[in-house]
């Protein structure tokens, strides 16, 4: 089979559509494995970005990327004209949801109508975006049969969840298994070839239908573990016990026992978002998906509870109401150490505060300006402020929702009025550790 030859002897020309944080750092890993990648973004900001050799996710350096164009393994482009050139397609586009709850495959679905014109005979396409069961098989192969390629006989379709961890200091695109399922055993045995020789393992499923399943059972996992411990957190509060200290003894235990974390509210491209399809998906077959939802109402609920600690902290501390408190949001970024925003709890924390009259400034060492984001466009383009002692001092309250390791926490707490922390990051601080609430 010619595309097989070509895999193996990496003369196979890989297509990334979507170079966000999941396609930019996979084309990076291909290029590293010598493998030519095009690049494909509508974005034209990206795309002149990436050809110029500049880097717009913080964790990705820039003389990756410049090195990568530099070897003449890598070019960017919006011209899905190009895109006949490929050997391989691989589909890395957002997977939102609607304000209703819902799946929104408008990105996938727009992305394949594009490709259809310019698929070739013998082409590999992948889909890694997060979806429900049945996506590839419902929606991506019968608009790609359009082109008059058969999935499994002309061209080969298959899914390859990604399992991106913005920041992770430990773990990268290459070191991370690659779970594929194949629209046929010739779909299967390209995409293992093809991500095999580029990672450190992967791992075969017997449809696509099991891979979509894959990445919805691990972020549903997670998801519900937090919950739990969300709900401990409150349980245990109002007890006069610090889940914190419970949760550092608990992992002790060399069995049995995985510790998760609470916080403000889930964030990120994955955990808020995946459960919610899966629970879409079950009702086609008159399924509940009761645990699911139940642990969706939990993690929803915490930014309401993150700003009702912080009413009751005012109160009790300066007899003093939410409206007309001023107050600084510490952290804007989904998790700590990363300027990515997406799903983020801190924003629909500061529209909470703003509708009880509080007036909301942040600070985040990596987020500057809050960009257009779908469901908070209110927000967009607000600067943050520059974090000094004067500067807190001001503030009625500092609520941290983002433990990034760069701020110096006992600095803040020495410096401000009030914290109200969601992330346990001040567990170190020694003084004046009166002015400290958890939340």
């Known amino acids: 089979m010619r595309l097989m030859d070509r895999i193996d002897t990496r003369q196979a020309v890989v297509a990334i559509v979507g170079l966000g944080y999941v396609g930019l750092p996979l084309a990076l890993t291909f290029v590293a494995q010598r493998y030519t990648v095009l690049g494909f973004d509508i974005d034209s900001e990206k795309v002149g970005s990436l050809n110029a050799g500049c880097s717009y996710i913080r964790h990705i350096a820039a003389a990756d990327i410049s090195n990568a164009v530099n070897s003449a393994l890598f070019s960017a482009t919006t011209d899905y004209g190009r895109l006949h050139e490929a050997d391989a397609i691989i589909l890395c586009v957002p997977t939102p949801l609607t304000r209703h709850r819902e799946p929104d495959l408008s990105y996938v679905s727009t992305t394949v109508e594009h490709l259809v014109p310019h698929l070739r005979e013998g082409q590999l396409i992948v889909l890694e975006s997060t979806t429900y069961p049945g996506t590839t098989r419902e929606l991506v192969i019968p608009v790609l049969e359009r082109s008059g390629f058969k999935s499994g006989v002309e061209i080969l379709v298959a899914f390859s969840p990604e399992r991106e961890d913005p920041g992770n200091p430990t773990h990268n695109t290459r070191s991370i298994p690659k779970v594929i399922g194949g629209d046929g055993p010739w779909a299967l045995k390209a995409g293992c070839a093809?991500?095999?020789?580029?990672?450190?393992?992967?791992?075969?499923?017997?449809?696509?239908?099991?891979?979509?399943?894959?990445?919805?059972?691990?972020?549903?996992?997670?998801?519900?573990?937090?919950?739990?411990?969300?709900?401990?957190?409150?349980?245990?509060?109002?007890?006069?016990?610090?889940?914190?200290?419970?949760?550092?003894?608990?992992?002790?235990?060399?069995?049995?026992?995985?510790?998760?974390?609470?916080?403000?509210?889930?964030?990120?491209?994955?955990?808020?978002?995946?459960?919610?399809?899966?629970?879409?998906?079950?009702?086609?077959?008159?399924?509940?998906?009761?645990?699911?939802?139940?642990?969706?109402?939990?993690?929803?609920?915490?930014?309401?509870?993150?700003?009702?600690?912080?009413?009751?902290?005012?109160?009790?501390?300066?007899?003093?109401?939410?409206?007309?408190?001023?107050?600084?949001?510490?952290?804007?970024?989904?998790?700590?150490?990363?300027?990515?925003?997406?799903?983020?709890?801190?924003?629909?924390?500061?529209?909470?505060?703003?509708?009880?009259?509080?007036?909301?400034?942040?600070?985040?060492?990596?987020?500057?300006?809050?960009?257009?984001?779908?469901?908070?466009?209110?927000?967009?383009?607000?600067?943050?402020?520059?974090?000094?002692?004067?500067?807190?001092?001001?503030?009625?309250?500092?609520?941290?929702?983002?433990?990034?390791?760069?701020?110096?926490y006992p600095t803040v707490v020495a410096s401000s009025r009030l914290v109200v922390d969601t992330r346990n990051a001040t567990r170190a601080v020694e003084q004046y550790r009166e002015r400290i609430v958890k939340a």
């Open 194 to 408: 093809l991500y095999g020789n580029v990672v450190t393992a992967t791992v075969p499923v017997s449809s696509p239908e099991a891979a979509e399943a894959v990445k919805l059972t691990e972020n549903i996992f997670r998801s519900v573990n937090i919950a739990l411990v969300n709900e401990l957190k409150l349980v245990f509060s109002a007890m006069g016990i610090d889940i914190w200290e419970v949760l550092d003894a608990a992992k002790s235990k060399p069995f049995g026992f995985m510790p998760f974390y609470p916080g403000p509210g889930l964030g990120g491209h994955c955990i808020p978002i995946d459960p919610f399809y899966l629970t879409w998906k079950a009702r086609e077959f008159d399924m509940s998906t009761r645990f699911i939802e139940l642990a969706g109402e939990v993690n929803t609920s915490m930014p309401r509870h993150v700003v009702t600690k912080v009413a009751e902290a005012l109160n009790f501390r300066f007899a003093k109401s939410l409206n007309n408190s001023t107050i600084l949001i510490l952290g804007l970024a989904y998790k700590k150490n990363v300027e990515d925003i997406r799903e983020s709890p801190a924003l629909r924390i500061i529209e909470l505060l703003e509708a009880q009259g509080a007036r909301v400034s942040f600070y985040d060492p990596y987020v500057s300006v809050i960009p257009v984001t779908r469901e908070h466009m209110s927000l967009a383009n607000r600067r943050g402020i520059q974090l000094t002692s004067d500067a807190m001092h001001e503030f009625d309250a500092v609520l941290i929702v983002t433990d990034h390791d760069e701020v110096d």
